[in-house]
């Protein structure tokens, strides 16, 4: 999976406008720099401070009257009787500006000295130096010379030179705190915007920083993990998986791993990178489950797809000898014929028999395949399942259940769903050999419907493993077509489900089916559509999943209906008879479109939900619903 490419780079005009206000407010004095038209351009942070200016006024593009008036009011000038009149001799003398330098005594009894000059662009910059600790300097000289001796005198400058050392640190402390606190809060930002988890922990698996993204790389970890540890913040389970390979790391051996999230069954990848100087670990975990479905989805896709190519050009020979055989021995088969032909020739027509069970399985690998989803309470599909396969099974094997469901219906294909589970089933059957037991286990786990089938034989090979899924891949010596299993993981699949093989710690195989976890929540739609046998035909599928239907022919009509109470969501053509359907929107319930109009058009594109391309069947109504009324606040 591809990282999104974040661009941390500062622009050269960025980079020289920090660096200018850098060396700006590192300068001792307070400075400022008016424009042409009395705007203020340019001033450092003594400027503010000097006197106590809000953030308003030290904002570029500030009006010099504005300050000015502020200032006046404040007291800076003294006393004024009329200070409009006080504003406007200041503003006329910057508009007359002349180069000068004065000194003043503020209202506080603070001294500063003022240094103007103009620039060639026009307006003007100023310089304001503090000189009270000067001017109490010169006082006490002038007022007690004839006292001091010349080791004062002497000592005074030292001081007065340490503490002009001592503020320039300081101001340059100040900066550095100033760039830093700002880079740590762009890194951050940055670090917050990555689709990954972005961590660093010390020698003790203790987080010292952390992007806060864990919880959605990991669901269910912690959120605020800064000081706890690993396994503080991902539990027992996770962190026994991640010890060995941080462990490693902090010894000085990069790692990079993926891991299936027990919690979840998301596919993590890990990146850890050794911290030589602070002795720890720098930690990038990236959610791949959709990398690693793509990837096996498109492996399997090219060896079904090359099977397919392989067979297709014999298919329809082989059906043709087949056929002919079959009759043949039918007829043969119903003639008076000795006991051993009898027998000869049954047998033949079950061998021609399996020979068309094989074409089928070989057809079904190339052919199109969609899934019919309805409302189904899978507490009573199971049982009916188990009682289908249980005289199927070896003598002395038991199929037991083991349901924790909610008596509640969801949205799958059952018949899929049977088929993959039943061919789980009489796979285990035929691995144990022998008497034993399989468990059919079924449970919720927050979005997913989680599947399992168990038994007490020998478990998968590591070959196995690695190849049951691959079409005519089979461990039963000659008696398996190997397409089982390959079919259950295309049905998986197609429901957007996951599979997964592995062996139980107490022994015996294990497959497990992840589906998504769509609950079926009756709804009243109002079906908006002008032509009668296309609204029949959404009608019986509406009403198939369970939901109710009010139904309009016209614009005007669904208009009409959209108040009634217990409505929960629109259903409409966009080209009604009188109009548009987007005009049904803004009523307060989800809108789904429908349409023939294909991709790209400007009306469907208009469309702020979902819209479904006619004909659909009534599992892609079903999700285009439930993605409706998922997405409402």
């Known amino acids: 999976m591809h990282q999104p490419v974040i661009d941390t780079a500062l622009t050269q005009a960025e980079i ?22 009395l705007r203020l351009r340019v001033a450092n942070r003594q400027y503010q401070a000097m006197f106590d200016l809000p953030d308003a006024l030290t904002r570029p593009g500030t009006r010099f009257e ?38 003043r005594e503020r209202a506080d009894g603070r001294w500063v000295a003022v240094e103007g000059a103009p620039l060639s662009q026009g307006g003007w910059v100023t310089v304001y130096t503090d000189i009270t600790d000067i001017k109490q300097q010169e006082a006490l000289l002038r007022a007690r010379s004839d006292a001091l001796s010349e080791q004062v005198l002497h000592h005074a400058e030292r001081l007065a030179a340490a503490n002009r050392k001592l503020a320039a640190t300081n101001a340059a402390l100040s900066e550095a705190q100033r760039i830093l606190t700002r880079t740590e809060a762009r890194t951050r930002q940055v670090t917050e915007m990555v689709p990954a988890h972005i961590a660093h922990i010390d020698a003790q698996f203790r987080y010292t920083f952390s992007n806060r993204r864990l919880a959605s790389v990991f669901p269910g970890a912690a959120s605020d993990i800064v000081g706890k540890t690993v396994e503080q913040a991902h539990g027992p389970e996770t962190f026994a998986m991640l010890e060995p390979r941080m462990r490693r790391a902090l010894a000085g051996d990069a790692q990079v791993f993926e891991i299936t999230h027990p919690g979840s069954g998301r596919r993590i990848r890990i990146a850890l990178t050794p911290d030589r100087e602070g002795q720890g670990v720098y930690i990038l975990s990236t959610d791949v489950s959709a990398e690693v479905q793509a990837r096996e989805a498109l492996a399997h896709a090219s060896r079904r797809n090359l099977a397919a190519q392989l067979t297709s050009g014999m298919a329809h020979d082989f ?24 027998e000869d020739v049954q047998a033949t027509l079950a061998a021609a028999r399996r020979g068309v069970a094989l074409l089928e399985g070989l057809s ?62 009489l796979n285990a059957d035929a691995a144990m050999a022998g008497p034993g037991r399989i468990t059919l286990s079924a449970r919720q786990n927050g979005d997913w419907l989680e599947l399992t089938v168990s038994d007490t034989g020998p478990g998968f090979t590591p070959e196995a493993l690695k190849r049951a899924t691959e079409p005519f891949y089979s461990t039963k010596k000659g008696r398996g077509t190997g397409l089982g299993l390959s079919m259950v993981y295309d049905q998986t699949k197609l429901a957007g489900g996951t599979l997964r093989l592995d062996n139980n710690p107490e022994g015996g195989a294990r497959v497990t089916l992840r589906l998504p976890w769509r609950p079926v929540a009756p709804q009243m739609v109002l079906l ?106």
């Open 319 to 342: 059906g043709n000898l087949l056929t002919i055989i079959l009759g043949l021995q039918s007829r043969l088969a119903a003639r008076d014929l000795p006991a051993d032909a009898a």
């Open 66 to 103: 504005d300050t000015i008036r502020f200032l006046v009011l404040r007291g800076e000038y003294g006393p004024q009787p009329d200070p409009d009149s006080a504003v406007a001799f200041r503003v006329e003398q910057a508009r007359a500006f002349r180069p000068h330098y004065f000194e």
């Open 16 to 37: 020289e406008a920090e660096l200018i206000r850098s060396g700006l407010n590192l300068i001792g004095q307070a400075l400022s720099i008016f424009d042409a038209d």
């Open 528 to 633: 908006a559509e002008d032509d009668d046998a296309i609204r029949a035909e959404v009608r019986d599928q509406l009403t198939g999943l369970g939901h109710s239907v009010i139904e309009a022919a016209s614009l005007a009509e669904a208009r009409a209906l959209s108040d009634l109470p217990g409505l929960t969501l629109i259903l409409s053509d966009i080209q009604l008879g009188d109009g548009l359907g987007h005009d049904l929107a803004g009523r307060g319930l989800p809108l789904v479109l429908m349409t023939s109009l294909p991709a790209g058009d400007a009306l469907r594109d208009r469309a702020d939900g979902p819209v479904l391309t006619k004909p659909f069947p009534p599992a892609r109504l079903a999700a285009a619903l439930a993605a409706a009324t998922k997405a409402l606040p």
């Open 364 to 425: 079904r690998i190339s052919a199109p395949r969609d899934l019919t989803a309805e409302p189904t309470l899978l507490s009573r599909l199971l049982p009916q399942l188990a009682r289908l396969a249980r005289p199927s099974l070896s003598e002395g094997t038991e199929l037991q259940l083991d349901l924790d469901l909610p008596e509640s219906q969801v949205l799958l294909d059952p018949g899929a769903l049977q088929d993959s589970l039943l061919n789980l089933i």
